[in-house]
């Protein structure tokens, strides 16, 4: 019988959208069922699909933990209708795009973005996924390695450890309870033993659970919307609908057998302490209109004056809180949590600390916490975020609405992305408020003080903890708390702007200093071409001391956190208001970054600037900041093997790069007096260089600089730097024909990944060599990284992860290649490596000139990329005046260079750069696994 042409029609529903969003949204409904977003931007480099499927880990069969995941890795692959495999993921990389996928609890959710002419080709395979996906055997087979090494991965990874933990110790018969991101134990190994089929049950749960009346999708593209709507319907048009129901789930996802409110002591791998209290509450899903856990995350998790935190960091008992829903929250329960990051003072009060936390709780109920007035105030800031939202990616974009769209009909979907809350429910919230009693709390406390008094081992992640009763007597003074005076709610937000209007005046095409003195640099440029009233201010502070030695880089860094520390009660207001800053410490000094809406920017700046240049610190805050920093530098040990390989490669080639060791030893004995003497020397000579783009005029800047200017003469009597003295960012240049190698065992016992790191340096940014050897890095990168994928993990399944991507330390250029495993020693990542490299050569010189061609201009779409928002754009520039190559217009250089480029410069590039052992310029960094004694001694024979 015939099939008949699928078709889709306009639903005519109208999408609430920000006041500045210039992108056109079309609502479709194919005939089977599925919810099709369409985004037509007429000047998107870009375009980008995301398909959400309604079905996540909580429907993974018992038999089969991890399943739901591991049919995301599987549906990759290939399909009948493309069959050479990794086909789709070759595509979109070689036209200059990216993929990815995700699963949570109840979705799955995969995205890609592509350069637009090339939407349609990029649908039609990825449609694929849906309609007639090829899972084999034997890619099964492979592929569960993929999952392992993934799982492998995260076994040190506290956050992993944890959430595993919170479903284990709950409800044994629910599925929230299971293992879901599974690895090739739950997935194969036990499956064959008894007597199962994993491939069958791959296949199997594609069928039972990916249908089109379960899918929401989301299409970006320059396209007009009549186009879109006609590649939505062709390539989607196809997909199943079987009829089957969302699924469902039980909410009793606590363990029955629990006589009351319970504490887990945990045992983490990273040193620090953390209290995490837990609630059950109303599910929120129906109440997305009114976001009621969301309200009251505005309140708990404040941290301004009079909230929860600003008092446990007065009395120096903790360093952070996070407070709002759990993301474990699902469907049919939802969780609220509050969790505090615990100073060693914390930690020996944790009474103290808890009894705070409901202190407060009981006084939002008792002292009108609960407004219609107080949700305005907060439905304002979400609505001033809605409608000045900067623009977002493709690919984000359309990932964040294929999701939302599960959730909330088409029409709010973008207000949903971004938690704009839209009706006032007392009862709703009132609901959640009333869930948050001692009564129906349950506590994870972490902290390695508990090593050797725990009983029980969580059997995934072999975590140690022990499960009891909170004390009753705990319980009884958390019902009736006294009434703290500290505590109250939060005051009207002095940030929060109203004046919205652009400036007028002719925008620059680039910057251009506008103010100069022998201490200050001023470099502006107005620009409005984003539409929104925001700007940019960056002050680079530089003296010849930072980082000199461990010493001053701990100073500084203690310095930049104690800063953030003091200022942070006012700072959190501007953040709600959309402004930000950060404060950064760096082998050159400090830079400090702000950004946000023009109308109160530059007197939040000029703010925080004076409280830089009066800066002071008592000894109890320098004691807990101290400890705080000890306390990473520590951790630094349980760092991945991949992230470690690069931070030794750093201290290698960089001339003020020090390892975390050497700061770990000296920061024991540094003093408040240690720490005020290097801030009061620091600052006698130095330069000011700072740049202010956006809605922000040249008088106004110049007058902001003069501020700063003044500011250091008056506080610190700043001389400007001799010309000796100012900095020179280097980094050590390997000559050619020299190979470095660099071995060295992890520093986490517990960790069996190994990890290969191998650079290529290639260029220095200059303006004689740079453009074209530059253009050539670039375009080899584009060329071989997808193949280097394929190769080293999808068909060695060396790991999980693997990449192989351009690398900048300063202004020297290399290509890196990166691969961590758990079932291969370093040395054999390196010889892969090393390999690829070999028979890629082939490749190249087999490469057709249509396909060099296609490269080159896919290139090209991908340079010609301008930035989504201001601070991107001012980021871009700032780069160009810090290291001084002052190439505004290097999108134009580079793509001119591109365009001069042909196969035979390629190839030669490559064999130069890296084959030819006579003239490559090779670090190689390797970071190996722990052995045992046993193993060492098996080694030794």
């Known amino acids: 019988m015939a099939r008949s042409k699928p078709t889709g029609e306009a639903s005519g529903t109208s999408i609430n959208r920000p006041l500045k969003d210039k992108l056109h949204y079309e609502h479709v409904k194919l005939d089977n069922g599925m919810d099709i977003l369409l985004v037509h931007d007429p000047t998107t480099e870009k375009a980008a699909c995301a398909v959400d499927v309604r079905v996540g880990s909580l429907s993974d069969p018992k038999d089969f ?24 993921m070759k595509f979109v990389a070689d036209h200059g795009g990216s993929t990815n996928a995700y699963t949570s609890a109840e979705d799955t959710n995969f995205h890609f973005s592509v350069n637009w002419p090339h939407l349609g080709e990029a649908l039609d395979r990825f449609a694929q996924f849906f309609i007639c996906p090829t899972i084999s055997s034997e890619g099964v087979d492979r592929e569960v390695n993929a999952v392992d090494s993934e799982h492998a991965k995260n076994l040190n990874a506290d956050v992993w450890r944890k959430m595993q933990l919170w479903r284990h110790v709950g409800n044994a018969s629910h599925p929230f309870s299971s293992f879901h991101t599974g690895d090739k134990k739950t ?194 800031l979400r609505e001033l975020d809605f409608n000045f939202a900067d623009k977002a990616a493709p690919m984000r974009h359309v990932q964040g609405l294929s999701s939302s769209m599960q959730e909330v009909p088409a029409e709010h979907a973008l207000q949903a992305m971004h938690h704009v809350p839209l009706d006032y429910d007392e009862a709703a919230i009132t609901a959640v408020l009333d869930s948050l009693t001692p009564a129906n709390v349950n506590v994870m406390w972490t902290s390695k003080e508990f090593q050797g ?50 400036l007028q005046e002719e925008a620059a095409p680039k910057p251009s200093i506008i103010h100069q003195t022998r201490l200050t640099t001023l470099w502006h440029r107005l620009n409005t071409s984003f539409d929104l009233p925001k700007a940019a201010v960056i002050i680079q502070i530089t003296f010849p001391e930072s980082y000199a030695t461990p010493e001053a880089a701990v100073l500084e860094k203690l310095l930049a956190q104690i800063i953030h520390d003091q200022l942070n009660e006012v700072a959190y207001d501007a953040e709600l208001a959309g402004l930000r800053f950060a404060v950064n410490a760096g082998s050159e000094g400090f ?43 520590n951790n630094m040990q349980y760092m991945q093997p991949y992230s470690q390989a690069f931070a030794t490669n750093r201290c290698m080639m960089e001339e003020k790069a020090w390892n975390w060791q050497d700061s770990a030893t000296v920061i024991p004995s540094i003093t408040p007096s240690d720490l005020m003497e290097h801030y009061a020397r620091a600052f006698r000579r130095c330069s000011l260089t700072m740049h202010v783009t956006g809605n922000l005029s040249a008088q106004t800047a110049t007058s902001l600089a003069q501020h700063v200017e003044d500011l250091f003469k008056e506080k610190f009597s700043s001389k400007p730097l001799f010309d000796s003295q100012r900095a020179q960012l280097r980094v050590t240049q390997v000559h050619p024909g020299e190979s470095v190698l660099h071995s060295e065992e992890g520093t986490n016992p517990e960790d069996e990944n190994s ?169 190689r960094n390797q970071q190996l696994r722990i052995q045992s004694a046993i193993e060492r001694f098996l080694t030794a024979m």
């Open 453 to 502: 008094d725990t009983d029980l081992v969580e059997p995934v992640y072999k975590t140690e903890y022990s499960c009891r009763a909170l004390p009753k007597e705990w319980l009884q003074q958390w019902e009736r708390p006294g009434k703290q005076e500290a505590l109250h709610l939060p005051h009207l937000n002095p940030y929060i702007p109203s004046d919205f209007d652009l």
């Open 591 to 633: 830079t400090i970054n702000f950004s946000g809406y023009s109308h109160k920017l530059v007197g939040f700046a000029e703010m925080v600037m004076l409280h830089f240049a009066t800066f002071t610190v008592t000894d109890p805050v320098f004691q807990v900041r101290r400890e705080s920093l000890a306390r990473q530098y």
């Open 65 to 88: 933990p991890g399943l739901a995941h591991f049919l995301e890795h599987m549906l990759f692959y290939s399909s009948e209708k493309f069959p050479v495999e990794d086909e789709y």
């Open 755 to 923: 990890a290969a790191f191998m650079q290529f340096q290639v260029a220095m940014d200059d303006a004689e060599s740079g453009p074209a050897r530059l253009a050539l890095l670039d375009l080899l990168v584009a060329v071989a990284s997808q193949d280097a994928f394929t190769q080293l993990r999808t068909r060695e399944q060396l790991g999980y992860l693997v990449s192989l991507f351009s690398w900048r330390q300063w202004a020297m250029h290399s290509l890196g290649v990166v691969v961590q495993a758990s079932a291969f020693p370093a040395q054999h990542l390196d010889d892969r490596i090393e390999a690829f490299f070999e028979g890629f050569e082939t490749q190249l010189k087999d490469m057709s000139q249509e396909e060099f061609n296609d490269q080159v201009e896919q290139l090209v779409q991908k340079k010609a990329e301008a930035p989504k928002y201001l601070r991107q754009q001012a980021e871009r520039e700032w780069r160009e005046i810090h290291d001084g190559t002052l190439r505004f217009d290097r999108v134009d250089q580079d793509i001119a260079a591109l365009r001069k480029l042909t196969q035979a410069d390629l190839l030669a590039f490559y064999q130069e750069h890296i084959l030819n052992s006579d003239t490559r310029r090779r670090i």
């Open 187 to 380: 997935l194969l190994t036990d499956p064959l033993a008894r007597g199962l089929d994993p491939h069958g049950a791959v296949v199997d749960f594609w069928k039972a659970h990916y249908c089109a009346g379960n899918m929401t999708c989301c299409i970006y593209g320059r396209q007009p919307l009549s186009e879109l709507q006609a590649m939505a319907t062709e390539k989607f048009g196809g997909v199943v609908n079987h009829g089957l129901a969302r699924p469902s789930f039980s909410g009793e996802v606590l363990n029955q057998d629990q006589t009351g409110p319970q504490v887990v002591r945990v045992v983490p791998v990273r040193e620090g302490h953390t209290i995490e209290l837990r609630w059950c509450i109303p599910p929120q899903q129906p109440h997305w209109r009114v976001r009621p856990s969301e309200y009251l995350s505005h309140l708990i998790g404040h941290e301004g004056s009079g909230s929860l935190f600003a008092e446990l960091k007065e009395r120096n008992l903790a360093n952070s809180l996070v407070a709002g829903e759990a993301s474990e929250s699902f469907s049919a329960c939802s969780f609220f949590m509050a969790s505090i990051s615990l100073t060693d003072a914390g930690q020996k009060a944790i009474e103290e600390v808890l009894s705070l936390v409901f202190a407060y709780v009981h006084m939002l109920k008792s002292e009108q916490g609960i407004s219609a007035d107080r949700f305005e105030e907060v439905r304002a």
